[in-house]
């Protein structure tokens, strides 16, 4: 707790006014980010007019939140990840909440004819899959990645394919 009063430039007792414990800020923290992403996502996909626009959106747009994000809560401790079990459910409710918004994009272009999806929940979390693939060299590696390489490998596979046709 020293060392987050010192880093936000405040007295211990101030904090332990707003939490009780180092616990309480990284939920703090981490529920925060979920909802800064969601919304900067939500953004993204709305002010795109196509199907295949509002994927590259929400792509280009979630790696790129997730990068500045992942730069918030580095302050604490990465031991303490193992230890809450909270940190599952959030990430495992943000999950099911990104799957439903690809679905919904990918809905939107099935229905339009720009896309062509035999099952749409398997595509969505296809999609999710991959794109947390491509999170882990950012969040845990810490690495400085070609982000916009491996999105734009990631648009061509999704929207060509790898088959001959």
């Not at 401790?77 to 459910?89: G, M």
């Not at 439903?100 to 398997?122: A, H, P, R, T």
Request: overall charge negative; hydrophobic content about 40%; aromatic content about 10%.
């Amino acid at each position: 707790m020293e060392e987050i009063a010192q880093a936000a430039r405040k007295g211990k007792s101030s904090i332990y006014h707003y939490f009780n414990s180092k616990e309480e800020i990284f939920i703090a923290v981490v529920e925060k980010e979920t909802s800064t992403l969601h919304q900067t996502l939500s953004e993204a996909i709305n002010t795109s007019s196509t199907p295949e626009e509002k994927l590259k959106a929400y792509i280009q747009t979630r790696m790129d939140t997730i990068s500045k994000l992942a730069n918030l809560y580095s302050a604490l401790k990465d031991e303490y990840l193992d230890h809450f079990s909270f940190i599952e459910k959030i990430r495992s409710h943000f999950d099911q909440e990104e799957i439903k918004m690809i679905q919904e994009i990918l809905v939107e272009g099935v229905n339009k004819g720009d896309f062509v999806i035999e099952d749409l929940e398997i595509t969505a979390f296809g999609i999710i899959t991959a794109l947390k693939g491509l999170e882990y060299p950012i969040i845990v590696k810490k690495e400085c990645v070609d982000i916009e390489k491996r999105f734009s490998g990631l648009l061509n596979i999704l929207f060509h394919g790898i088959v001959k046709k």
